[in-house]
């Protein structure tokens, strides 16, 4: 059965400084997003474009969608396989490249999984995992660029030989 499901936010731009936009360096990138029933969240464009860098900008967000969907993903496939994942933690990096004509795009995403396993003998399934959790995750099949993985899988306790 083909599902359909439907995401809401609202984003507002709270940048004006009197004066609108009357010139590029005239106002502040700094927008709320938010979804009902969740923390605000405060963001603004990255450095290079004048925004604020103690904010999230969209593509910290379009990062972080990537990490958490795959790591979602993965302890789904996980439990699927019989893997008892103890401890995941990912530092993702992307790569996005200007145009020279004022746009760019995301050219690669690399995710860095470092997952411990309850046991030794649940390795293999656990590297396996992660081919599984690439084809389910619902963002990495939305991006029309590359994300890849260079997970790192660890035991826990010794338990069998992997």
């Given at each position: 059965?083909?599902?359909e499901?439907?995401y809401a936010?609202?984003s507002?731009?709270?940048g004006n400084?009197?004066?609108?936009t009357s010139?590029?360096?005239d106002?502040d990138?700094?927008?709320?997003?938010?979804?009902?029933?969740?923390?605000?969240?405060?963001?603004?464009?990255d450095?290079?474009f004048r925004?604020?860098?103690t904010k999230?900008?969209p593509e910290?967000?379009l990062?972080?969608?990537?990490?958490e969907?795959?790591?979602?993903?993965?302890?789904?496939?996980?439990v699927?396989?019989?893997?008892?994942v103890e401890?995941?933690?990912d530092?993702?990096t992307?790569?996005?490249?200007e145009?020279?004509?004022?746009?760019g795009a995301?050219t690669?995403?690399?995710l860095?999984?470092r997952?411990v396993?309850?046991e030794?003998?649940?390795?293999?399934a656990?590297?396996?995992?992660?081919?599984?959790?690439h084809?389910w995750c619902?963002i990495a099949n939305?991006?029309?660029f590359p994300?890849r993985?260079?997970?790192?899988?660890?035991?826990a306790r010794a338990g069998e030989p992997?």
């Amino acid at each position: 059965m083909i599902r359909e499901h439907r995401y809401a936010l609202r984003s507002v731009w709270t940048g004006n400084r009197g004066t609108g936009t009357s010139g590029y360096r005239d106002y502040d990138r700094t927008v709320t997003v938010a979804v009902d029933g969740k923390a605000v969240l405060e963001a603004s464009a990255d450095k290079p474009f004048r925004g604020d860098p103690t904010k999230w900008n969209p593509e910290d967000l379009l990062l972080a969608a990537l990490s958490e969907c795959h790591l979602l993903s993965y302890l789904h496939a996980c439990v699927e396989a019989g893997v008892v994942v103890e401890s995941y933690s990912d530092e993702a990096t992307g790569l996005m490249t200007e145009d020279g004509r004022g746009g760019g795009a995301f050219t690669e995403v690399v995710l860095h999984p470092r997952v411990v396993v309850a046991e030794a003998s649940m390795i293999p399934a656990a590297q396996a995992a992660h081919a599984q959790a690439h084809d389910w995750c619902f963002i990495a099949n939305s991006v029309n660029f590359p994300v890849r993985h260079d997970a790192e899988v660890s035991a826990a306790r010794a338990g069998e030989p992997a």
